[in-house]
Protein backbone atom coordinates (compact mmCIF):
# COMPACT_ATOMS: atom_id res chain seq x y z
CA UNK A 1 0.00 0.00 0.00
CA UNK A 2 2.92 1.98 0.59
CA UNK A 3 4.59 1.81 -2.12
CA UNK A 4 1.33 2.09 -3.97
CA UNK A 5 0.71 6.05 -2.78
CA UNK A 6 4.38 6.53 -3.04
CA UNK A 7 4.10 5.60 -6.96
CA UNK A 8 0.99 8.18 -7.07
CA UNK A 9 2.57 10.72 -5.37
CA UNK A 10 5.39 10.68 -8.02
CA UNK A 11 2.79 11.03 -10.24
CA UNK A 12 1.23 13.42 -9.38
CA UNK A 13 3.85 15.92 -7.73
CA UNK A 14 6.26 15.42 -10.60
CA UNK A 15 4.61 17.07 -13.49
CA UNK A 16 3.69 19.40 -11.26
CA UNK A 17 7.48 20.16 -9.67
CA UNK A 18 8.55 20.08 -13.72
CA UNK A 19 5.90 23.02 -14.51
CA UNK A 20 6.56 25.06 -11.67
CA UNK A 21 10.15 24.84 -12.01
CA UNK A 22 9.57 26.36 -15.91
CA UNK A 23 7.72 29.33 -14.52
CA UNK A 24 10.22 29.56 -11.78
CA UNK A 25 13.74 28.83 -13.15
CA UNK A 26 14.11 27.91 -16.79
CA UNK A 27 14.19 30.33 -19.57
CA UNK A 28 12.97 29.89 -23.53
CA UNK A 29 15.94 28.33 -24.73
CA UNK A 30 15.96 25.26 -22.18
CA UNK A 31 12.73 24.65 -22.73
CA UNK A 32 13.03 24.46 -26.31
CA UNK A 33 15.72 22.03 -25.70
CA UNK A 34 13.40 19.75 -23.52
CA UNK A 35 10.45 20.06 -26.00
CA UNK A 36 13.50 19.18 -28.60
CA UNK A 37 14.97 15.97 -27.12
CA UNK A 38 11.10 14.80 -25.81
CA UNK A 39 10.67 15.43 -29.83
CA UNK A 40 13.27 13.32 -30.81
CA UNK A 41 12.61 10.20 -28.73
CA UNK A 42 8.78 10.01 -30.47
CA UNK A 43 7.51 11.48 -27.06
CA UNK A 44 5.11 13.92 -29.00
CA UNK A 45 2.71 14.76 -26.06
CA UNK A 46 5.94 15.83 -23.81
CA UNK A 47 7.32 18.25 -26.49
CA UNK A 48 3.85 19.72 -27.09
CA UNK A 49 3.47 20.47 -23.73
CA UNK A 50 7.12 21.77 -22.97
CA UNK A 51 6.21 24.23 -26.49
CA UNK A 52 2.98 25.35 -24.88
CA UNK A 53 4.66 26.38 -22.36
CA UNK A 54 7.49 28.35 -23.71
CA UNK A 55 4.76 29.75 -26.29
CA UNK A 56 2.61 31.19 -23.19
CA UNK A 57 5.29 32.14 -20.57
CA UNK A 58 7.58 33.64 -23.71
CA UNK A 59 5.02 34.55 -26.41
CA UNK A 60 7.90 37.19 -28.09
CA UNK A 61 10.85 34.85 -27.54
CA UNK A 62 13.03 34.48 -30.59
CA UNK A 63 12.27 31.24 -31.06
CA UNK A 64 8.70 31.45 -31.58
CA UNK A 65 8.90 30.52 -35.07
CA UNK A 66 10.62 27.04 -34.52
CA UNK A 67 8.47 27.01 -31.69
CA UNK A 68 5.26 26.80 -34.03
CA UNK A 69 6.71 24.39 -36.30
CA UNK A 70 7.79 21.86 -34.14
CA UNK A 71 4.24 21.89 -31.97
CA UNK A 72 2.16 21.56 -34.91
CA UNK A 73 4.68 18.79 -35.97
CA UNK A 74 4.58 17.51 -32.35
CA UNK A 75 0.73 17.31 -32.32
CA UNK A 76 0.80 16.11 -36.14
CA UNK A 77 2.59 13.19 -35.05
CA UNK A 78 0.37 12.84 -31.81
CA UNK A 79 -2.58 12.30 -33.82
CA UNK A 80 -4.34 15.48 -32.60
CA UNK A 81 -4.67 16.61 -36.29
CA UNK A 82 -7.13 19.39 -35.58
CA UNK A 83 -4.58 21.18 -33.50
CA UNK A 84 -1.70 20.49 -35.31
CA UNK A 85 -3.63 21.96 -38.51
CA UNK A 86 -4.38 25.55 -36.05
CA UNK A 87 -0.73 25.67 -35.34
CA UNK A 88 0.39 24.96 -38.89
CA UNK A 89 -2.19 27.94 -39.80
CA UNK A 90 -0.46 30.41 -36.94
CA UNK A 91 2.51 29.92 -38.34
CA UNK A 92 2.29 30.52 -41.69
CA UNK A 93 0.42 33.41 -40.85
CA UNK A 94 3.30 34.72 -38.92
CA UNK A 95 6.34 33.11 -40.51
CA UNK A 96 4.70 32.17 -44.42
CA UNK A 97 7.53 33.98 -45.96
CA UNK A 98 10.42 33.23 -43.84
CA UNK A 99 13.22 30.57 -45.37
CA UNK A 100 11.61 28.04 -42.82
CA UNK A 101 8.72 27.71 -44.38
CA UNK A 102 10.02 25.83 -47.20
CA UNK A 103 10.60 23.09 -44.38
CA UNK A 104 7.02 22.16 -43.30
CA UNK A 105 6.11 19.06 -44.72
CA UNK A 106 3.20 18.54 -47.28
CA UNK A 107 1.23 16.69 -44.98
CA UNK A 108 1.14 19.26 -42.35
CA UNK A 109 -0.01 21.76 -45.28
CA UNK A 110 -2.72 20.08 -46.33
CA UNK A 111 -4.25 19.36 -42.75
CA UNK A 112 -3.84 23.10 -42.49
CA UNK A 113 -5.98 23.70 -46.60
CA UNK A 114 -8.24 21.21 -44.67
CA UNK A 115 -9.08 23.24 -42.07
CA UNK A 116 -9.63 26.22 -43.72
CA UNK A 117 -11.86 24.71 -45.92
CA UNK A 118 -14.45 24.09 -42.82
CA UNK A 119 -13.55 20.55 -42.69
CA UNK A 120 -13.63 19.15 -38.93
CA UNK A 121 -10.29 17.28 -38.74
CA UNK A 122 -10.79 13.16 -36.73
CA UNK A 123 -8.04 12.84 -34.80
CA UNK A 124 -5.66 9.52 -36.15
CA UNK A 125 -6.02 7.01 -33.29
CA UNK A 126 -3.33 5.00 -34.21
CA UNK A 127 -0.85 7.78 -34.06
CA UNK A 128 -2.62 8.89 -30.70
CA UNK A 129 -2.42 5.26 -29.01
CA UNK A 130 1.49 5.42 -30.27
CA UNK A 131 2.17 8.81 -28.54
CA UNK A 132 0.34 7.89 -25.38
CA UNK A 133 2.15 4.60 -25.40
CA UNK A 134 5.45 6.41 -25.79
CA UNK A 135 4.06 9.43 -22.68
CA UNK A 136 3.23 6.15 -20.78
CA UNK A 137 6.43 4.25 -20.70
CA UNK A 138 8.55 7.29 -20.34
CA UNK A 139 6.35 8.30 -16.72
CA UNK A 140 7.04 4.82 -16.09
CA UNK A 141 10.98 5.21 -16.47
CA UNK A 142 10.38 8.59 -14.48
CA UNK A 143 8.32 7.26 -11.79
CA UNK A 144 11.07 4.30 -11.63
CA UNK A 145 13.49 6.94 -11.54
CA UNK A 146 11.67 8.43 -8.54
CA UNK A 147 11.36 5.43 -7.08
CA UNK A 148 15.09 4.61 -6.94
CA UNK A 149 15.88 8.06 -5.79
CA UNK A 150 13.78 7.46 -2.91
CA UNK A 151 14.75 4.27 -2.06
CA UNK A 152 18.27 5.54 -2.73
CA UNK A 153 17.21 8.91 -0.35
CA UNK A 154 15.91 6.27 2.24
CA UNK A 155 19.05 3.71 2.13
CA UNK A 156 21.56 6.84 2.64
CA UNK A 157 19.60 8.32 5.49
CA UNK A 158 19.31 5.03 6.86
CA UNK A 159 22.89 4.66 6.35
CA UNK A 160 23.77 8.34 7.62
CA UNK A 161 21.72 6.84 11.00
CA UNK A 162 23.02 4.14 11.71
CA UNK A 163 26.55 5.72 11.07
CA UNK A 164 25.27 8.33 13.67
CA UNK A 165 24.00 5.34 16.20
CA UNK A 166 27.34 3.88 15.52
CA UNK A 167 29.54 7.16 16.31
CA UNK A 168 27.56 7.03 19.73
CA UNK A 169 27.97 3.47 20.56
CA UNK A 170 31.77 4.48 20.41
CA UNK A 171 31.56 7.93 21.68
CA UNK A 172 29.35 5.87 24.69
CA UNK A 173 31.97 3.47 24.88
CA UNK A 174 34.90 5.68 25.00
CA UNK A 175 33.30 7.65 28.05
CA UNK A 176 32.82 4.60 29.91
CA UNK A 177 36.41 3.58 29.41
CA UNK A 178 37.41 7.05 30.49
CA UNK A 179 35.20 7.26 33.06
CA UNK A 180 36.37 3.60 34.45
CA UNK A 181 39.74 4.39 33.86
CA UNK A 182 39.45 7.95 36.16
CA UNK A 183 37.51 5.88 38.89
CA UNK A 184 40.27 3.10 38.62
CA UNK A 185 43.20 5.87 39.29
CA UNK A 186 40.83 7.38 41.27
CA UNK A 187 40.61 4.62 43.55
CA UNK A 188 44.60 3.42 43.18
CA UNK A 189 45.03 7.33 45.14
CA UNK A 190 45.46 6.48 48.72
CA UNK A 191 47.24 8.56 51.11
CA UNK A 192 47.57 9.53 55.05
CA UNK A 193 48.38 12.10 57.27
CA UNK A 194 50.13 10.82 60.51
CA UNK A 195 51.47 13.58 63.62
CA UNK A 196 53.06 12.35 66.22
CA UNK A 197 51.22 9.78 68.50
CA UNK A 198 49.90 11.08 72.44
CA UNK A 199 48.88 14.51 73.53
CA UNK A 200 49.95 17.70 71.66
CA UNK A 201 50.90 20.62 73.81
CA UNK A 202 52.36 23.67 72.94
CA UNK A 203 53.67 26.64 75.31
CA UNK A 204 51.92 30.06 74.42
CA UNK A 205 54.36 32.80 73.42
CA UNK A 206 56.72 30.09 72.65
CA UNK A 207 57.24 28.87 68.86
CA UNK A 208 56.31 25.33 68.49
CA UNK A 209 56.89 23.02 65.99
CA UNK A 210 55.14 19.40 65.18
CA UNK A 211 56.64 16.84 62.86
CA UNK A 212 54.31 15.13 60.81
CA UNK A 213 54.43 12.48 57.74
CA UNK A 214 52.64 12.07 54.81
CA UNK A 215 52.56 8.58 53.38
CA UNK A 216 51.52 7.33 49.68
CA UNK A 217 49.69 4.33 50.69
CA UNK A 218 48.88 3.27 46.67
CA UNK A 219 50.02 1.12 44.54
CA UNK A 220 51.21 4.16 41.94
CA UNK A 221 53.77 7.00 42.40
CA UNK A 222 51.76 10.33 43.05
CA UNK A 223 52.12 14.02 43.56
CA UNK A 224 50.40 15.40 46.45
CA UNK A 225 50.06 19.17 48.06
CA UNK A 226 50.15 20.43 51.25
CA UNK A 227 48.21 23.04 53.05
CA UNK A 228 48.13 24.23 57.31
CA UNK A 229 44.88 25.41 58.26
CA UNK A 230 45.11 27.35 61.06
CA UNK A 231 42.24 29.53 63.13
CA UNK A 232 41.60 33.64 62.95
CA UNK A 233 44.49 34.99 65.15
CA UNK A 234 46.87 32.24 64.86
CA UNK A 235 49.72 32.06 62.14
CA UNK A 236 51.90 28.90 61.32
CA UNK A 237 53.57 27.67 58.45
CA UNK A 238 53.91 24.06 56.67
CA UNK A 239 57.98 23.46 56.11
CA UNK A 240 59.50 19.94 54.62
CA UNK A 241 61.95 18.52 57.79
CA UNK A 242 64.65 18.06 54.94
CA UNK A 243 66.62 20.87 53.85
CA UNK A 244 66.28 21.65 50.09
CA UNK A 245 62.92 19.89 49.40
CA UNK A 246 60.67 21.61 46.30
CA UNK A 247 57.71 23.38 47.54
CA UNK A 248 54.80 21.37 48.87
CA UNK A 249 52.47 22.31 45.91
CA UNK A 250 53.80 19.13 44.53
CA UNK A 251 55.14 16.69 46.52
CA UNK A 252 55.54 13.40 44.13
CA UNK A 253 55.84 10.51 46.77
CA UNK A 254 56.25 6.68 45.21
CA UNK A 255 54.19 3.43 46.35
CA UNK A 256 54.70 3.54 50.40
CA UNK A 257 57.16 6.42 50.47
CA UNK A 258 56.85 9.31 52.91
CA UNK A 259 57.36 12.95 53.52
CA UNK A 260 58.40 13.73 56.59
CA UNK A 261 57.43 17.68 57.53
CA UNK A 262 57.00 20.37 60.66
CA UNK A 263 54.00 22.41 61.59
CA UNK A 264 54.96 25.48 62.83
CA UNK A 265 53.46 28.07 65.12
CA UNK A 266 53.19 30.42 68.35
CA UNK A 267 50.22 30.96 70.09
CA UNK A 268 49.18 34.23 71.61
CA UNK A 269 50.67 34.83 74.87
CA UNK A 270 47.27 35.21 76.44
CA UNK A 271 46.01 31.75 75.82
CA UNK A 272 45.18 30.28 79.48
CA UNK A 273 46.72 27.12 80.47
CA UNK A 274 44.85 23.78 79.86
CA UNK A 275 43.03 25.48 77.12
CA UNK A 276 42.75 23.60 73.99
CA UNK A 277 43.16 24.98 70.11
CA UNK A 278 42.40 23.00 66.80
CA UNK A 279 45.41 23.20 63.67
CA UNK A 280 44.62 21.12 60.68
CA UNK A 281 47.22 19.91 57.91
CA UNK A 282 44.97 19.26 55.01
CA UNK A 283 46.47 17.19 51.73
CA UNK A 284 45.29 16.84 48.15
CA UNK A 285 46.15 14.44 45.45
CA UNK A 286 47.34 17.20 42.89
CA UNK A 287 45.73 14.85 40.03
CA UNK A 288 42.05 14.80 41.61
CA UNK A 289 42.17 17.66 43.86
CA UNK A 290 39.06 16.35 45.42
CA UNK A 291 40.46 13.48 46.90
CA UNK A 292 41.81 14.89 50.25
CA UNK A 293 42.77 14.02 53.20
CA UNK A 294 42.47 16.60 56.82
CA UNK A 295 43.78 15.54 60.11
CA UNK A 296 43.01 17.88 62.78
CA UNK A 297 45.38 18.50 65.71
CA UNK A 298 44.01 19.35 69.33
CA UNK A 299 46.58 21.19 70.85
CA UNK A 300 46.85 21.61 74.62
CA UNK A 301 48.25 25.29 75.70
CA UNK A 302 51.06 25.18 78.26
CA UNK A 303 51.15 28.38 80.40
CA UNK A 304 51.87 30.15 83.56
CA UNK A 305 48.74 30.78 85.40
CA UNK A 306 49.50 33.94 87.66
CA UNK A 307 47.26 34.83 90.81
CA UNK A 308 47.56 37.32 93.27
CA UNK A 309 47.00 37.83 96.81
CA UNK A 310 47.26 41.49 98.54
CA UNK A 311 46.14 41.94 102.29
CA UNK A 312 46.98 43.61 105.34
CA UNK A 313 48.91 42.34 108.03
CA UNK A 314 45.66 42.21 110.02
CA UNK A 315 41.67 42.56 108.86
CA UNK A 316 41.35 45.66 111.14
CA UNK A 317 43.24 48.55 111.98
CA UNK A 318 43.50 51.47 114.24
CA UNK A 319 44.39 54.82 113.05
CA UNK A 320 48.28 55.68 113.37
CA UNK A 321 49.12 52.16 113.54
CA UNK A 322 52.32 50.76 110.90
CA UNK A 323 51.54 47.45 109.69
CA UNK A 324 52.80 45.01 106.83
CA UNK A 325 50.79 45.24 103.40
CA UNK A 326 51.56 41.10 101.85
CA UNK A 327 51.39 40.74 98.12
CA UNK A 328 51.86 36.82 97.37
CA UNK A 329 51.86 35.93 93.62
CA UNK A 330 51.09 32.49 92.71
CA UNK A 331 51.75 30.56 89.51
CA UNK A 332 49.11 27.86 89.60
CA UNK A 333 49.87 27.25 85.57
CA UNK A 334 52.12 24.74 83.74
CA UNK A 335 55.26 26.49 82.78
CA UNK A 336 57.18 29.31 84.74
CA UNK A 337 55.66 32.49 84.63
CA UNK A 338 59.27 35.37 83.70
CA UNK A 339 59.58 38.59 83.97
CA UNK A 340 57.08 39.39 86.00
CA UNK A 341 56.06 43.71 87.05
CA UNK A 342 53.39 43.94 89.55
CA UNK A 343 52.04 47.71 90.40
CA UNK A 344 50.35 47.54 93.83
CA UNK A 345 47.35 50.33 94.36
CA UNK A 346 47.13 50.98 97.95
CA UNK A 347 43.67 52.95 99.02
CA UNK A 348 43.79 56.59 100.44
CA UNK A 349 43.26 55.01 103.47
CA UNK A 350 47.11 53.56 103.81
CA UNK A 351 50.83 55.02 102.72
CA UNK A 352 53.65 53.54 101.82
CA UNK A 353 56.33 54.21 104.31
CA UNK A 354 58.74 51.41 102.86
CA UNK A 355 59.49 48.66 100.05
CA UNK A 356 61.34 46.02 101.51
CA UNK A 357 64.90 45.47 102.36
CA UNK A 358 65.65 44.70 98.45
CA UNK A 359 65.37 46.17 95.44
CA UNK A 360 62.87 44.17 93.81
CA UNK A 361 59.92 46.60 94.78
CA UNK A 362 60.21 50.60 94.77
CA UNK A 363 57.84 53.28 96.03
CA UNK A 364 56.36 55.45 93.42
CA UNK A 365 53.92 57.37 95.48
CA UNK A 366 52.28 56.98 98.56
CA UNK A 367 49.59 54.95 97.17
CA UNK A 368 51.59 53.15 94.52
CA UNK A 369 54.43 50.77 94.75
CA UNK A 370 56.10 48.85 92.09
CA UNK A 371 58.01 45.38 92.24
CA UNK A 372 59.72 43.12 89.18
CA UNK A 373 60.28 39.67 89.75
CA UNK A 374 62.27 37.76 87.34
CA UNK A 375 60.26 34.68 87.06
CA UNK A 376 58.40 31.72 89.63
CA UNK A 377 58.18 27.90 88.56
CA UNK A 378 55.43 25.92 88.20
CA UNK A 379 53.86 25.31 91.57
CA UNK A 380 55.43 27.98 93.09
CA UNK A 381 54.85 31.75 94.78
CA UNK A 382 56.52 34.65 95.49
CA UNK A 383 56.16 37.02 98.03
CA UNK A 384 56.83 40.83 98.54
CA UNK A 385 56.13 42.73 102.01
CA UNK A 386 55.64 46.43 102.29
CA UNK A 387 55.26 48.56 105.29
CA UNK A 388 52.66 50.78 105.65
CA UNK A 389 50.99 54.09 107.91
CA UNK A 390 47.41 53.72 108.75
CA UNK A 391 46.74 57.40 108.62
CA UNK A 392 45.40 59.29 111.26
CA UNK A 393 41.96 60.45 110.38
CA UNK A 394 41.21 57.67 108.50
CA UNK A 395 37.98 55.46 109.09
CA UNK A 396 36.01 53.04 106.95
CA UNK A 397 35.12 49.46 106.80
CA UNK A 398 35.56 47.15 103.23
CA UNK A 399 38.27 49.12 102.09
CA UNK A 400 40.61 47.09 99.62
CA UNK A 401 43.66 47.80 97.74
CA UNK A 402 44.89 45.97 93.86
CA UNK A 403 47.62 44.26 92.10
CA UNK A 404 48.08 44.73 88.84
CA UNK A 405 50.32 41.59 87.45
CA UNK A 406 51.96 41.87 83.88
CA UNK A 407 54.11 39.31 82.22
CA UNK A 408 56.52 40.92 79.75
CA UNK A 409 57.49 37.87 78.02
CA UNK A 410 53.93 36.90 77.02
CA UNK A 411 52.14 40.50 76.71
CA UNK A 412 49.10 40.01 79.55
CA UNK A 413 48.03 42.08 82.23
CA UNK A 414 45.65 41.17 84.68
CA UNK A 415 44.24 42.99 87.71
CA UNK A 416 43.71 41.72 91.05
CA UNK A 417 41.58 42.70 94.29
CA UNK A 418 43.04 42.77 97.77
CA UNK A 419 41.39 41.29 100.73
CA UNK A 420 39.20 43.23 102.25
CA UNK A 421 39.93 45.38 105.67
CA UNK A 422 38.26 48.08 108.02
CA UNK A 423 39.34 50.74 110.01
CA UNK A 424 38.21 51.11 113.88
CA UNK A 425 38.51 54.12 115.95
CA UNK A 426 40.66 53.34 119.20
Known sequence: MHRSITLLLCTILLPLALAFTAQAEVDDSSLFMEAFNAFQRKDYLL????????????????????????????????????????????????????????????????????????EKLAPNRQLQLAASKVRNEQLAIERAAAERAERERLARERAERERLAREKAEAERRERERLAAIKAARDAISFSIEPPAGDLRAEAGVATTIPFELVNQGNGTEEFSLEGIFPPGLNGTLTAAEEGHRGLSKIPLAPKQSFKGLLTFTLPGNRVDGSRQSLAIKAASVKFNDLVQ????????????????????????????????????????????KEIDLRISLPKHLKLTNAGSDSSCWIENEQLAACRISSIASGQLSERSLT??????????????????????LQTKESFQGAGFSIKQP
Open 47 to 118: SAEKLNQLNQHFPDSPLRDVTLLMLARSNQRAGDNETAARVINQFSGEFGSSTLAGSVEEELLTLGKRQKAG
Open 388 to 409: VFVRDNAKGQGLRGSVEVLQTV
Open 294 to 337: TKELQITTQAPLLRAVAKLQRPAATPGETLSYRVTVLNVGSTAA
